[in-house]
């Protein structure tokens, strides 16, 4: 009853957010300006933030409202220049990696462990990897290695895995795909069809994923 609840009470942030998002991907080829259209793109996990910091009033509900309000500027900066969205998701990863830690799981299964500690190379390596233009490699690889990070804290978290720890994979997927499109999938339809949706709703999943256990574990704090 409390996660429906929230569910309902949160419904306008939330809504504002999937409106933002769906529609920016459909709409993000035609004729709108372009400082609009950048607007645009920022505001589905702007939203996010928002719902994030009205509907928890705690350091958690803080950091997360951080995290998306990082990924809502790197979704704009990216725009501008890919380096500057990327420091901006970089940050993010490092607050979404603080958090995490605060939320270990207490016990983990081998299996769970294992592809936390090998999620973190590969991810590095495969990203490293798929660009034909090699001179970003040091730096992709230095990004990835936080992007790997993250995931694997996410999937060891106490946070549920069917919300957080999927949508950071989808996330890391999202990431993987730009990669690939600056190496083997240059000139394919497919890391322009899948970016924004598994990025977007990997967003989402996490920011809602955490907010809602938050409000289940302390509902005193909770707007």
Excluded at 115 to 140: E, Q, T, Y
Excluded at 168 to 194: E, N, Q
């Amino acid at each position: 009853m409390v996660v429906k609840r929230a569910l309902a009470d949160s419904r306008p942030w939330l809504l504002l957010s999937l409106i933002a998002g769906i529609s920016y991907y459909f709409l993000r080829d035609n004729n709108i300006p372009g400082l609009y259209l950048i607007i645009w793109k920022g505001l589905g996990v702007g939203f996010l933030a928002v719902f994030a910091v009205v509907r928890h009033h705690s350091t958690d509900g803080r950091l997360m409202a951080a995290i998306m309000a990082f990924g809502s500027l790197g979704d704009m900066l990216i725009e501008i220049d890919m380096i500057y969205g990327a420091v901006a998701f970089l940050i993010g990863h490092i607050i979404a990696i603080a958090l995490y830690l605060r939320h270990r799981r207490a016990r983990l299964a081998f299996s769970q462990r294992l592809f936390a500690i090998v999620m973190v190379p590969c991810v590095v390596l495969i990203a490293w990897a798929l660009p034909f233009d090699r001179s970003g490699g040091p730096g992709i690889a230095i990004y990835t290695l936080f992007l790997g990070a993250m995931a694997a804290m996410a999937w060891t978290s106490n946070f549920p895995r069917y919300r957080v720890g999927t949508g950071a994979l989808l996330f890391v997927i999202s990431d993987l795909l730009i990669f690939a499109r600056l190496g083997p999938l240059d000139g394919s339809v497919l890391p322009d069809l899948l970016i924004w949706p598994t990025y977007y709703f990997g967003q989402f999943l996490i920011c809602t994923g955490v907010i809602l256990t938050l409000r289940h574990k302390d509902p005193r704090v909770a707007a």
